[in-house]
């Protein structure tokens, strides 16, 4: 007992802590919001970090899951699967790839594409050219490889030596990435728009320099559209709003509408290398996984509803904008693309999230002291009408927290 009096580890439950999580669980959900254990319901404007892009409870995916699990759930990779062909044959459609990989996470998705671009060297005889130029500020998981690519000091930090070959420069700067390419680049890897990093969006012809100097130099350009992607900025992929096509690009996160499920996609060049025995998964793409992800797509390529999205990201961006004018004591910024955007706040962030979670609205920290804005892209207007008041009503709670003004005594 002595022991466990002693250790370092909050006795909340047996879970390996690397969390700090709210004492809040939920247990069940309804379009855009949960109702926790207590009864008491949330607005939910994190979608389990961009996940679940129909809410919860969709009927559809609903009835596309169970008529599944009464089938099959699982058959493995050495034997065909038909709802894995109809999806990566429909995501080919809609987008630039030539092909799919199905894995079940977003950091998986990565570590394919990774693993991509560098063997399309080595199939051209340039085993040497295995590095990625990254960016500063950005995130691509929590494998080995995935925290070096993000190259967050915190994630690598005692995990024995950094996975080789990710050269950080900073976001947005065209001339420090010409500067970091070597002989030994295959690549470039970034977010379109930095999800974990603060919903920072790059210029438009930031993007466009990357892939003119990618062609120019012969090297890759591959997209982390693990956040970005499956529709949350309008499009079905954010690329597409900068007029820039990939050669390789992870997703993974609104894909299976919370079933964990990612993928990554490449065009029939870039992925050379990646012929039989190159790559593999037990789970990727299974049935059960996949009916999810084909129920999703019914949804988000069904015509008008990426329109819609669009048009429904800027309604929440002009509203939240005057909820800036209204609180400048607290708000510092609006930012983002279609249903992905950012409040930055003067007040801490995090302190933010939890007056926002007061007001029982739920809403998620990022970096560069922004709270992300993820909702499910079915929310319309009466959900963003309710969640400008219950933010209204967690600036107020914030202002009267602050110091009084031109007093320079806390008292
Ligand atoms: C969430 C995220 C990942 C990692 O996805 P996991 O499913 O947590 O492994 C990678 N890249 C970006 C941009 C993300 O937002």
Not at 13 to 21: F, G, K, M, N, V
Not at 47 to 56: D, E, K, P, R
Not at 143 to 164: C, D
Not at 227 to 237: D, E, W
């Amino acid at each position: 007992m002595a022991d466990q009096m002693s250790s370092p580890v909050p006795a909340l439950s047996a879970i390996l802590p690397t969390y700090a999580r709210a004492d809040v669980a939920f247990a069940r959900g309804d379009g855009c919001w949960l109702e926790a254990t207590d009864g008491s319901r949330y607005l939910d404007f994190g979608a389990g970090i961009a996940v679940c892009c129909l809410g919860h409870g969709h009927p559809h995916l609903v009835d596309a899951l169970i008529e599944q699990g009464r089938k099959l759930w699982h058959v493995s990779n050495l034997f065909r699967i038909p709802q894995a062909e109809e999806l990566a044959r429909r995501l080919v459609e809609a987008s630039f790839a030539d092909y799919v990989f199905f894995t079940n996470s977003g950091a998986e998705a990565l570590e394919g594409a990774i693993k991509t671009a560098r063997k399309y060297h080595a199939a051209g005889g340039h085993p040497e050219r295995f590095r990625l130029v990254t960016f500063e500020g950005a995130f691509h998981g929590r494998t080995l490889a995935t925290i070096a690519a993000g190259g967050n000091p915190k994630y690598i930090e005692g995990f024995g030596p950094k996975v080789e070959g990710f050269d950080p420069v900073p976001f947005g700067d065209i001339e420090a990435v010409m500067d970091a390419i070597t002989p030994e680049t295959a690549g470039v890897l970034v977010e379109p728009i930095q999800g974990e990093g603060g919903i920072r969006v790059p210029p438009a012809s930031f993007l466009r320099a990357l892939r003119a100097l990618c062609d120019e130099r012969g090297i890759l350009l591959v997209l982390d559209e693990v956040q970005s992607g499956m529709g949350r900025t309008g499009r079905l992929f954010a690329h597409e709003l900068f007029g820039v096509i990939p050669d390789i690009l992870a997703t993974a996160k609104g894909i299976g509408g919370g079933f964990p499920l990612g993928a990554f996609m490449t065009t029939r060049e870039a992925g050379r290398g990646m012929g039989v025995g190159a790559h593999g998964t037990t789970y990727g793409g299974n049935p059960l996984a996949m009916a999810c992800g084909n129920a999703v797509l019914d949804v988000v390529l069904a015509p008008g509803f990426l329109d819609d999205v669009a048009l429904k990201g800027l309604d929440l961006k002009q509203r939240l904008a005057a909820l800036q004018d209204a609180h400048p004591q607290i708000i510092a910024e609006i930012r983002g693309e279609g249903m992905m955007l950012g409040i930055r706040t003067h007040v801490p962030n995090t302190e933010f999230a939890v007056a926002a979670r007061a007001q029982h609205m739920l809403v998620i920290p990022a970096g560069d002291n922004v709270v992300r804005l993820l909702p499910p892209l079915i929310a319309g207007h009466d959900e963003f009408a309710e969640a400008i008041a219950r933010l209204g009503r967690a600036c107020q709670h914030l202002e009267a927290d602050l110091p009084a003004k031109g007093n320079g005594s806390p008292s």
